[in-house]
């Protein structure tokens, strides 16, 4: 049969044998769809649901009263309302992004192309990024509120280089937020730009050298090139948590009223408003607009296996 599809003539096409689904692997699927459905598929039809009622008439205004109904002007007036949060969290999103970004990826490239030799080094590095995972999310951000608070030694230190005013103060503003969000998802930035750094040919940047393209030229034309699968893979895991953060932008830890996001928005009327259609339609607009900024940059840097 081998060499009858060798030997086929030019043009003709050789029927591929027919790909049987076995039901035991069907039957091993079924765990996986029954947890994604259990825990992705209907919380999410529920908060669709819970996006589109109305206020309960018979329950006088009461707090958390809703009857089933389709009020889509609960998406009209979320955004008329809390505009300035959304685009605020996209803004803080983006900064935090290309921050983790600009120091994740010289990170990434020291470790994993220029440690590629030295093992233990490598692995040790790896191991201090990886280490903050081993405390909590709000103890580590907690943390840097006590850093940058306005009897912290950060503040103490540029205040006596006379590089920051006596009175001014760096918790509670946009720097602030950005800065924890940053700091909080560079190893989700890191990591996979390793991944793929670490996997990088270096015959390639060799072959640039030999054909006189200089290093900047090389590493543009190279190595930023085969580890984009890397880049996108990091943006994207540390973009789509840092917009729906409500932590970094508390009041109780870096932000203040006006630094709050909408992940701020969405827990303060689900937890206290209890305005619920409110809060879910604002969940809803937040995935779209994510699954929508996600689409364009990923269609746009041509990597839509990622996906």
Same mark, same amino acid.
């Given at each position: 049969?081998?060499?009858?599809?060798?030997?086929?003539?030019?043009?003709?096409?050789?029927?591929?044998?027919?790909?049987?689904?076995?039901?035991?692997?069907?039957?091993?699927?079924?765990?996986?769809?029954?947890?994604?459905?259990?825990?992705?598929?209907?919380?999410?039809?529920?908060?669709?649901?819970?996006?589109?009622?109305?206020?309960?008439?018979?329950?006088?205004?009461?707090?958390?009263?809703?009857?089933?109904?389709?009020?889509?002007?609960?998406?009209?007036?979320?955004?008329?309302?809390?505009?300035?949060?959304?685009?605020?969290?996209?803004?803080?999103?983006?900064?935090?992004?290309?921050?983790?970004?600009?120091?994740?990826?010289?990170?990434?490239?020291?470790?994993?192309?220029?440690?590629?030799?030295?093992?233990?080094?490598?692995?040790?590095?790896?191991?201090?990024?990886?280490?903050?995972?081993?405390?909590?999310?709000?103890?580590?951000?907690?943390?840097?509120?006590?850093?940058?608070?306005?009897?912290?030694?950060?503040?103490?230190?540029?205040?006596?280089?006379?590089?920051?005013?006596?009175?001014?103060?760096?918790?509670?503003?946009?720097?602030? !937020?950005?800065? +924890?969000?940053?700091?909080? $998802? /560079? *190893?989700?930035?890191?990591?996979? @730009?390793?991944? &793929?750094?670490?996997? #990088?040919?270096?015959?390639?940047?060799?072959?640039?050298?030999?054909?006189?393209?200089?290093?900047?030229?090389?590493?543009?034309?190279?190595?930023?090139?085969?580890?984009?699968?890397? !880049?996108?893979? +990091?943006?994207?895991?540390? $973009? /789509? *948590?840092?917009?729906?953060?409500? @932590?970094?932008? &508390?009041?109780?830890? #870096?932000?203040?009223?006006?630094?709050?996001?909408?992940?701020?928005?969405?827990?303060?009327?689900?937890?206290?408003?209890?305005?619920?259609?409110?809060?879910?339609?604002?969940?809803?607009?937040?995935?779209?607009?994510?699954?929508?900024?996600?689409?364009?940059?990923?269609?746009?840097?041509?990597?839509?296996?990622?996906?």
């Amino acid at each position: 049969m081998a060499f009858g599809a060798f030997g086929a003539a030019p043009g003709a096409e050789v029927d591929a044998a027919p790909v049987k689904r076995s039901p035991v692997a069907l039957l091993l699927l079924l765990p996986g769809f029954a947890y994604l459905a259990l825990f992705f598929v209907v919380p999410f039809v529920s908060l669709l649901i819970t996006s589109f009622q109305a206020p309960d008439p018979n329950a006088f205004g009461a707090p958390g009263a809703y009857v089933p109904a389709f009020r889509w002007e609960n998406y009209t007036e979320a955004i008329v309302q809390f505009w300035p949060q959304i685009v605020r969290s996209f803004l803080y999103a983006l900064a935090a992004t290309a921050i983790a970004l600009a120091i994740g990826y010289p990170l990434a490239y020291f470790i994993g192309v220029k440690l590629r030799r030295f093992k233990m080094l490598q692995a040790l590095l790896l191991v201090l990024i990886i280490a903050p995972f081993f405390i909590s999310f709000l103890l580590r951000t907690f943390a840097w509120k006590q850093i940058l608070s306005d009897n912290g030694p950060v503040v103490t230190v540029l205040q006596s280089l006379t590089i920051l005013p006596d009175d001014a103060r760096i918790t509670g503003t946009p720097f602030a !937020v950005i800065f +924890g969000l940053a700091y909080n $998802f /560079i *190893p989700f930035m890191a990591l996979p @730009i390793y991944t &793929s750094l670490e996997r #990088l040919d270096l015959r390639y940047v060799e072959a640039g050298g030999d054909l006189y393209a200089s290093p900047v030229s090389t590493f543009f034309r190279v190595t930023l090139p085969l580890s984009m699968p890397g !880049v996108v893979s +990091g943006t994207l895991l540390t $973009f /789509i *948590p840092a917009s729906g953060d409500y @932590i970094n932008a &508390s009041s109780d830890f #870096l932000g203040s009223t006006e630094t709050s996001m909408v992940g701020n928005v969405i827990e303060t009327w689900f937890l206290d408003v209890q305005a619920y259609p409110t809060a879910a339609s604002l969940s809803i607009i937040l995935m779209a607009v994510i699954l929508l900024i996600v689409g364009l940059y990923v269609r746009r840097t041509g990597t839509k296996d990622l996906v």
